[in-house]
């Protein structure tokens, strides 16, 4: 953060608001609490003539409503989106890009239809080896109109806990989280969650639009093709504690016995555990970690009784999974600036 950001980057910043860290206090996130990441414009969409397309390498194309939609079995999933820009800004050297801190992350009760019935019911014909999704957002970007469409492989569209969602939190979507409809993918970063869904195509290859093959990749050069981003890499995050001073966010917290919480998710495996560190890093203690009971894609709250001594201290939570990912100390760097898993550090100033 030491060169700061440009104005460009405010631009971003002010339109794609993160989660205030102390949301983390609910279970579920309340929508207007929930980050919010829109690469071009939010379009007004008007159900009376909007259709969602089904059709490219199927028996039976279908143009459905969204009448017809929510006439269908719904399904309902508690889960934990994360953009893959996430920690951005605590890279070195800086990326340009929307300056996450910490903050692109929310939970959502998300409720729909389950997208592998209706990818049934269409007949994916043989050779289809992705599925491609469509927004009805138009932008510009790397020099490429384009609307914004991310595919995925047809195995994870398959999976029976992908949905096309219409509701969050018991009620439509609202405009700026994709309504009337969006791909819902738990356990992979956001881009993978397409908004304002108007279209599915089954692909017989691999779909190589901007969205796919520039953005979302690990790349160490601009030149080299790198590896895509797909499932959310471990995380915990703490509530800061006490109260923060108004300019600088600096945390103030009383001597004594004060309890720190927060949540901890992974999109690759279930969370094994959180650790905790009083001390920049230097000693860790386990956290006491609550069980599951929201579902396997929703975060996971975390807590641990910190005795705070009168001083400066340095508070970190690190969080593991298990498949034996452990979130680093030092931020990893690409040319993105994405996947930045690495530790929370907060400084506290303890009073009398
Ligand atoms: N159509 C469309 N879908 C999109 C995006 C977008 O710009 N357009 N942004 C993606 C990204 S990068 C993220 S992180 C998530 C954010 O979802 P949210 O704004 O509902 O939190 O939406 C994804 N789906
Ligand atoms: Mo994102």
Known sequence: MSEGISLEELQLAARNHG???????????????????????????????????????????????????????????VSTMECAGNGRVHVEPHVVSQPWLLEAVGTGRWRGAALAPLLEEVGVAAGAVEVLFEGLDRGVEGEEEQVYAR????????????LLAYDVNGAALPPQHGFPLRLLVPGWYGMTSVKWLARIRVLDRPFDGYQQRHSYRLRQEEGETGEPLSRIQVRALMVPPGIPEYLTRARVVQAGECVLEGRAWSGEAEVAGVDVSTDGGESWADAELEPDSLGRWAWRRWRYEWNAEPGEHELCCRARDDAGNVQPLESPWNVGGYANNAVQRVAVTVTE
């Open 151 to 162: 595919s995925l492989p047809l195995g994870e569209a398959m999976r029976d806990d992908v």
């Open 19 to 77: 989660l205030p860290l102390e949301a983390l206090r609910w279970d579920v996130t309340p929508v207007g609490l929930h980050y919010l990441l829109t690469h071009y414009d939010i379009p007004v969409v008007d159900t009376t003539s909007w259709r969602l397309e089904i059709d490219g390498l199927v028996e039976r194309p279908l143009s459905i409503s969204l009448d017809d939609l929510r006439a269908r079995p719904a399904v309902e999933v």
